[in-house]
């Protein structure tokens, strides 16, 4: 995630307020929520972000578990949170590879939603569509370099 992607994310206080929210328009809480999708993609955002950075710190010097204190040649305790909280769903673990597909220069297409958007992903680090949120496993070009 670039820092430009971070500014949109909401802060502390926003998933609080958005939390603890009831109604829509309230005017009680940070949160602009007169567009209810944009909040939720915002939220999304943030918490796609959050779970990035938790997967950057799993192992710590690719050692052991911060949480745990697991080494990570044995593996998670059964009761640590942090792999309860990374490991998700079990549908997430059986669906397929998802990739992001290179269609023409600098433009990628996420296999899952179809959405198009000009990025460059090894370089900005895209672990999960900007558009849907799914995680991607794998970057495919398309793009032929030919130079005339």
């Not at 829509?24 to 567009?35: G, L």
Request: hydrophobic share 30%; with cysteine; glycine share 4%.
């Amino acid at each position: 995630m670039n820092l430009n992607q971070w500014r949109d994310v909401l802060t502390k206080k926003q998933l609080e307020d958005a939390a603890r929210c009831m109604s829509i328009d309230c005017e009680d809480c940070s949160v602009y929520c007169v567009n209810t999708i944009e909040v939720t993609r915002r939220a999304a955002r943030t918490a796609l972000a959050y779970r990035d950075m938790l997967e950057r710190l799993e192992w710590i010097n690719n050692n052991h578990c911060p949480i745990c204190q697991q080494c990570k040649t044995n593996g998670h305790a059964p009761t640590c949170k942090l792999t309860a909280l990374l490991k998700g769903n079990k549908a997430e673990e059986t669906r397929g590879i998802v990739m992001l597909i290179e269609t023409k220069p600098g433009y990628w297409e996420c296999e899952n939603c179809g959405e198009s958007f000009e990025c460059e992903p090894q370089k900005d680090k895209y672990n999960y569509c900007p558009c849907c949120g799914v995680k991607l496993d794998e970057y495919v070009s398309y793009v032929t370099d030919t130079k005339e």
